[in-house]
């Protein structure tokens, strides 16, 4: 029987293995094959993602993005379609005047505060910008109202930029799988960056968001119907695991299989 360590030997011990336990959690748990494939599939899956707010031009994804937070896209979509109708330049929507924006958008969360904003932000578009959008991220996180995570995703959507906008399904991915973890959206949003081959970088933002919001969901991850099921080192995974992808039918951007042709 071997004989208790004492508190001593026990001490150098853990002393001796804490080195090689915090290299570990610092290597990578993917292998940057295990990412291109699943990126790859990703790809596969959905073509040519799209985000799902509603906009006409850059001006108006960038007022869309500004509603959106803490509120969902269907939620926004369903005032902004009469709003962009009529206010679809930094001018017209100065035009309307607070009481009047804030008509269309009181269905909103927190609609008071980001009527004040989208109006400063058309002044200061008017101002600083001669009223377009500018395709910079400094410039954009300079106007009342939006942070980095607004301007990724009108540089990514409205400019083909491949920036990476790291909402709570972004996040959530990040940390679950271990893709890249973080404490902070810019720290999942720089490890995503690191590992995200460059080819796939453009859709990435959407692949992860719509996998995030219909597949790998907050509470109960749809596992049986992932398609990195067996890529995937998630402790969360559950239930059975698909067999590799082969061939996979691509899907809407709302989850659903597409039709196949007839
Ligand atoms: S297997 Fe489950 S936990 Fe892993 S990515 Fe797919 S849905 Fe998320």
């Avoid at 017209?92 to 009481?99: N, S």
Wanted: a positive charge.
């Amino acid at each position: 029987m071997q004989k208790p360590k004492s508190k001593v030997a026990a001490r150098s011990a853990a002393r001796a293995v804490a080195p090689r336990v915090r290299a570990a959690a610092r290597r990578p748990r993917y292998g940057q094959a295990e990412v291109r494939e699943i990126f790859r599939r990703f790809a596969v899956q959905r073509p040519e993602p799209k985000g799902e707010l509603e906009h006409v031009n850059a001006f108006t994804l960038l007022v869309a993005v500004v509603l959106s937070a803490q509120a969902t896209d269907a939620g926004v979509n369903k005032a902004t379609r009469p709003l962009f109708a009529v206010a679809d330049t930094p001018q017209k929507m100065l035009a309307l005047g607070e009481a009047r924006l804030g008509d269309y958008v009181k269905t909103i969360g927190l609609w008071r505060n980001k009527t004040k904003n989208v109006l400063a932000l058309c002044e200061a578009l008017i101002r600083d910008h001669g009223g377009a959008v500018p395709a910079d991220r400094d410039a954009l996180t300079k106007l009342p109202g939006v942070g980095r995570k607004t301007a990724n995703v009108v540089l990514n959507i409205a400019f083909g930029q491949p920036t990476l906008a790291v909402d709570t399904h972004v996040f959530r991915i990040g940390n679950r799988l271990g893709l890249a973890p973080g404490k902070t959206p810019e720290e999942v949003e720089a490890a995503f960056l690191r590992i995200i081959p460059a080819e796939y970088l453009r859709h990435a933002h959407h692949w992860l968001i719509l996998h995030g919001r219909y597949v790998c969901k907050a509470r109960k991850p749809e596992c049986a119907a992932c398609v990195i099921a067996d890529l995937c080192k998630a402790a969360e995974k559950t239930g059975a695991i698909p067999a590799p992808l082969v061939e996979l039918a691509p899907l809407s951007a709302d989850g659903a299989a597409d039709e196949p042709a007839s």
